[in-house]
């Protein structure tokens, strides 16, 4: 080949590389929108309510690892929002008594009404020993009491070993995430963030199904 065509290959080459990246670079945009996007939905859902607090189920399950959850279960249970309450995730050392003087009753108001389940250390975990107690117990509608922000992936987790039961959401926002300077916090975006990138992960079917060390934000 001449000088003349040397050249001209040349050319096209560096064309070519100058068109991979501008595609690339358009790609990684996109990725980045909706990366974005999609932690805008998750804030959003991070920040909600309890949108049918009034309604009655078959059970309660609490998913361990935050403040004011079990309290917010036992309250429901009080209330008789549902005739059973399943504590998942929780530590060897607790016991019925420590979650009674934690509601406020006695141990004889919770026995044979609550459940202490010890097995899940995940969230993955949580929903199968949800689902093998609602399966257990027949229940048909449960609802499911934990932190908004981990709401989203709780919920992913349980429609995949429990489609048949009617799962209503309870979240509950941390004191910490309702403090008006939480949002100035490089702790409540890191929470925030990381919680977002495993709930992608668990859309993604990355989650393993039994982790051997707690979550630290169930």
Same mark, same amino acid.
């Given at each position: 080949m001449n000088a003349a065509g040397l050249c001209g290959a040349a050319r096209q080459d560096r064309l070519r590389r100058r068109q991979w990246h501008r595609w690339a670079a358009l790609l990684a945009t996109l990725v980045l929108l909706a990366l974005l996007g999609g932690f805008g939905w998750f804030l959003r859902l991070a920040a909600t309510t309890p949108a049918d607090p009034d309604r009655a189920t078959d059970g309660i399950a609490v998913l361990t690892g935050g403040a004011e959850r079990v309290e917010t279960g036992l309250r429901l249970l009080r209330q008789g929002k549902a005739g059973r309450l399943l504590v998942s995730g929780v530590h060897p050392d607790v016991t019925l008594a420590?979650? @009674?003087?934690?509601?406020?009753?006695?141990?004889? @108001? &919770?026995?044979? /009404?609550?459940?202490?389940? !010890?097995?899940?250390?995940?969230? /993955?975990?949580?929903?199968?020993?949800?689902?093998?107690?609602?399966? @257990?117990?027949?229940?048909?509608?449960?609802?499911?009491?934990?932190?908004?922000?981990?709401?989203?992936?709780?919920?992913?987790? &349980? !429609? !995949?070993? &429990?489609?048949?039961?009617?799962?209503?959401?309870?979240?509950?926002?941390? @004191?910490?995430?309702?403090?008006?300077?939480? =949002?100035? !916090?490089?702790?409540?975006?890191?929470?925030?963030? =990381?919680?977002?990138?495993?709930?992608?992960?668990?859309?993604? =079917?990355?989650?393993r199904p039994g982790a051997p060390t707690p979550d630290p934000n169930r």
């Open positions: 420590d979650l @009674a003087r934690l509601g406020g009753a006695g141990p004889e @108001a &919770l026995a044979g /009404r609550v459940t202490l389940g !010890r097995a899940a250390t995940s969230t /993955r975990g949580n929903a199968r020993e949800i689902a093998e107690w609602a399966k @257990a117990e027949g229940l048909a509608s449960i609802r499911i009491v934990t932190a908004a922000y981990h709401m989203p992936r709780a919920l992913l987790e &349980l !429609r !995949r070993v &429990l489609p048949q039961a009617a799962l209503v959401a309870h979240p509950v926002v941390p @004191a910490r995430l309702r403090d008006r300077d939480a =949002g100035t !916090r490089l702790r409540t975006w890191s929470l925030l963030a =990381g919680e977002y990138l495993k709930l992608l992960a668990a859309e993604a =079917g990355l989650t």
